[in-house]
């Protein structure tokens, strides 16, 4: 049998595995190539980058170069316009100084000069021996002396001359007491007629007396029975509550507002001299360094230095004085403590603390320490005092005082007797001591209330503290008070008190940092509306050549500033006083969060903002916290007229110390970017940067700017740093 033919291998399909094995080197090839084509293509892409970075790079030596070519120019430039704006705004100043002396010298009204001590000092002698006692006759006194006195504080913030410094002290003190003394004389005028003038329906006597600085509510307590609690002066929003001790007795309560807040001014001076190692600072001189070496036991004292001493041992003692005639009561019941707190009260700082010079002597609240705990020896225990740089004291103060009754007079046979003390106005001491008490009354005193609606003249963005004064330390205190309640519908506040004392409502300093945003854009030649949306409320103010105006949809408490113009300065204390404060200091970075910027090139920016401020509009950029201590960004365009500014012209401008430039990125853009705009260059001044994309009548308009203007944008922003602070 023939063996059997084989099947021919041609044309049998291949297996799984070759199939498998055949597909697995298709797919290796086309990765192979994917892989070459990607290498190709990345590494055309590499080269790509590589050109544009050395172009790029090129480009930016190349604009550094021009830069650097024109840099000497440009900066002459601008130092001409900035010299050219100081000289003529220095020299308005000095003339207006000059003006309003010789108006002073022409008006012949009797008022003394400021400047002269010894016109001073005949002034408050001759009012010292007036006997006039009539308070609305006192209280026109009164404003006379709190223009002078007001006279007084801008030539000490402005003083440079040490003795000048304290002569100005000198005499704001001696008024601040002969004030407050003949406010007790009117007072107590008015209280020997209480019996003539008491009330038909209770039975007791309640008057109130106001003008433009103050409000007095006075009390008698003629019927002294056991069910009253307390009273209300509806007039004025000013009431307050006794306990039955002080119920059934001969006295009488006065709750004098004032609207300045002498107090504070005094608590200043008394910080200084309690954290001053040489005393002679208070008078504005320069600090001696703690490492300075003292004169050994056996050395003598220059006679200039004796004097010094001297000088500040009266000073003292007249701040001593003042405090215990500003508050009677507090200073005859903590007398025997102040003599031992004013030898051993020492700041947390110690002897190497520094103290302020007298430019800041008196200035808008720049007086204290970030916090200070003054300690009390002979109590054995720490008092922790007001920060006056954190909290501001707002509305003016209350004093909250108890009198005995004065001896009232009687009728007899057509005659009126009275009995005449001839210690004057004496202070009811409460805490009653326990041989004051009667047998069924408890040795222990209750507190005493009082209620007060919120000034009209004061924005609270947030519900008032409130503080009381100690005599003792001559400093607000929040402790001793209880019982607080607010009520924001009826703007009421209410406490009680240990005693009776002095107090003053408070609020945060900086409560309405960091700003939100902020806008500087033109109105027109020489105007501008600068806005700032602030934490808690939003305002702007338009600038109109020197002159400004607060605009803001909070009107309570506001009002008398609202659509009125004024001086920059005179805006900024407006609206300290009123609780809006957008303004700033050298210690705002220690309660405020800040974008940490140099503060040269910050001021930098504002000046050369102030000059373009009547053709560019600036901007908050959300970018300014993310690039830099050394570098600033804004957003800028060219704008004219009183409309918004569109929204898609702003372009973003990064600022150094060296040189500014126009950014390629965008406010919307997705991280912060230094890469130049393209087509753009570099300047080493802003204005010229600005100027490459500006229209030849933006130009014109910013060399027409007028000098006061470009000063008054220029304080407002440097007043509040929007670039710091936002």
Known sequence: ???????????????????????????????????EEEAQLQAEKDEQERLEREKKEKETKRLELKDRERREDELNRLRHLLEENHTAVTKWKADAVEKAKWERYMRCDGAPDPEVQRDVNTYISLWRDDPEVNITLVLRQCYSALQLMEELEVLLRDATDPQEGQKYQEGLIDLQQLIHSKHDLATEEILKSASENADTETGNMQTVVKDDNVTLCLWANLNKSPRFKGFNFEETGLGFELPKQLAVSSIAVRILHTRYDHLSLLAMMARLKIRSPSHRSLAGG?????????????????????????????????????????????????????????????????????????????????????????????????????????????GGVFFYDVFHLPPQAHYVNGWKIRQVLKKGLQVFPYPMEKAHLEDNDTLTCPPVGVSVMLPDSVVFLEAPQVARWDAAVKQWRMDGITDVSYDEAEAKISFKMDSFQAFVL????????????????????????????????????????????????????????LGKWMSGPALQRAMLNSGIN??????????????????????AAYEQMALFASACAFSWSKWNAKCGAEHLVMQVCEHHGPDPVPKGSWSLYLLGAQRSQKLEMTEKSEAFSPEHYSGSEFHSAFIHMLEDNMSPDGIVRTRECNYMYVDTVQSLLCATRPLMYS
């Not at 033109?522 to 602030?534: E, H, K, R, V």
Request: aromatic fraction near 4%; glycine fraction near 6%; charge should be negative.
């Open 1 to 35: 049998m023939p063996p059997k033919k084989r099947k021919s291998s041609k044309g049998r399909k291949p297996t799984k595995a070759q199939k498998a094995k055949q597909q697995q080197e298709e797919e290796e090839e086309e990765r192979r190539l994917r892989e």
């Open 286 to 394: 320069e600090e001696v360094p703690a490492d300075v070496d003292e004169p050994e036991q056996g050395e003598t004292k220059a006679e200039g230095e004796v004097r010094d001493d001297d000088r500040v041992q009266q000073q003292e003692q007249r701040v001593d004085e003042e405090v215990q005639s500003t508050h009677g009561s507090e200073g005859m019941k903590s007398a025997a403590s102040q003599q031992s707190t004013r030898t051993s009260a020492q700041p947390a700082g110690g002897r190497g603390s520094q103290i302020q010079t007298q430019m800041e002597a008196l200035g808008a609240r720049d007086l204290t320490s970030p916090s200070v705990q003054l300690t009390v020896m002979d109590r054995g225990e720490s008092v922790q005092v007001v920060d006056l740089m954190q909290l501001t004291p707002l």
């Open 582 to 603: 957008i303004f700033v200091n050298e210690y705002t970075e220690k309660y405020v969060s800040t974008c940490g910027k140099d503060p040269l090139t910050e001021h």
């Open 506 to 561: 408070m609020q945060e300093t900086y409560a309405n940092l960091p700003f939100q945003s902020w806008e500087l854009r033109p109105l027109g030649q020489d105007s501008a509306l600068f806005t700032i949306n602030g934490a808690l409320i939003d305002l702007s103010i338009t600038i109109q050549g020197n002159q400004c105006m607060l605009h803001s949809e909070q009107e309570k408490g506001l009002s008398h500033l």
